[in-house]
């Protein structure tokens, strides 16, 4: 029984280890920055462009493959309106990420949301943020940062 126990507790710690505030030192909400599409050597087009964040050393990275895949084939979007940077990339473009994997969604270039694909420990599509935005059902009037979303993220060192 406690063997039972024990591989419980191992599991939850496991499983949570990388669950909580996807902006805990509220980095956003202090000065909250913005990025273009050319700073990040993307080349405007119409409509909607993703900009996945994800990080191999990052085992939330892998749910959120997961998570790319569901999106790209539920909303049907284009290899050319999905891109792939680092952390350091966006730092380099002058957008520091609090933590990974992250998700910028631009429409028509201009930033609409940055932050978390999804809440919850597991980023499971059924939990995301994106398909009521993208499809038109949500409309933000500005740049949604969202750094205070509970999520399966991995924090982003400064020096990133």
């Known amino acids: 029984m406690s063997w039972l126990l024990l591989s419980s507790v191992a599991l939850f710690r496991f499983g949570f280890s990388h669950y909580g505030e996807f902006d805990p030192q509220q980095q956003w909400s202090a000065a909250a920055p913005q990025v273009?599409?050319?700073a990040l050597q993307i080349q405007d087009a119409t409509g909607w462009q993703l900009v996945h964040v994800l990080d191999s050393q990052c085992g939330c990275s892998r749910?959120?493959?997961q998570h790319v895949a569901t999106l790209s084939q539920q909303l049907q979007l284009s290899s050319s309106q999905q891109h792939y940077r680092s952390a350091t990339e966006l730092a380099a473009a002058g957008f520091r990420l609090p933590a990974i994997p992250a998700v910028l969604v631009f429409e028509h270039g201009i930033l609409r949301y940055a932050g978390p694909y999804a809440s919850g420990p597991l980023c499971s599509?059924?939990?995301s943020f994106l398909p009521a935005l993208l499809s038109g059902q949500s409309r933000l009037p500005g740049s949604?940062?969202?750094?205070?979303?509970?999520?399966?993220?991995?924090?982003v060192s400064p020096a990133s």
């Open 125 to 127: 599509a059924s939990n």
């Open 36 to 38: 273009t599409l050319a």
């Open 144 to 155: 949604w940062l969202n750094g205070e979303a509970m999520a399966c993220r991995c924090l």
């Open 63 to 65: 749910l959120a493959q």
